[in-house]
């Protein structure tokens, strides 16, 4: 029964994906973010507030324990967050994309730590967040 929800659960994410994907070439980003935190609230349980609400260092823990979310729950919920902070850095909105980021990159460190095998695609991942908060951080400052 677990399996069956949580491959529920990645094929609809995927959907999301796909539609955020679309809005964004279209630049729609108001209609793209309102369906993050849509997703947030009825896949995760959490709202935006909350992402921006919770500590980096406790970031992990808190979706673990309090919200209660599987390795696999956390995987799409990172696809899901990397994508709003590459939105709000397309709007040019460097600080909160800066912390959505920053949580993101958290998440799939503690995504590579906890599986059994080296992951390309996760380093990949982490890698080109790491370039894009480095942007970010050097726009802030000037």
Request: glycine residues 2%; hydrophobic residues 40%.
């Amino acid at each position: 029964m677990e399996n069956k929800k949580i491959l529920k659960l990645i094929d609809e994410v995927s959907e999301v994906l796909s539609l955020l994907i679309e809005l964004r070439k279209k630049g729609r980003f108001r209609e793209a973010l309102e369906k993050i935190d849509e997703t947030l609230l009825n896949y995760f349980e959490c709202d935006s507030d909350f992402m921006y609400s919770v500590s980096e260092d406790f970031l992990i823990d808190v979706l673990k324990t309090e919200k209660g979310l599987s390795s696999e729950q956390i995987v799409s919920l990172a696809e899901i967050l990397n994508e709003k902070g590459d939105i709000l850095l397309e709007q040019n909105n460097l600080r909160e994309s800066r912390e959505i980021l920053k949580n993101t990159l958290k998440i799939y460190y503690f995504l590579n730590e906890d599986q059994d095998f080296f992951s390309f695609k996760n380093m990949n991942k982490m890698v080109l967040i790491n370039d894009k908060l480095s942007k970010i951080n050097v726009k802030i400052e000037n």
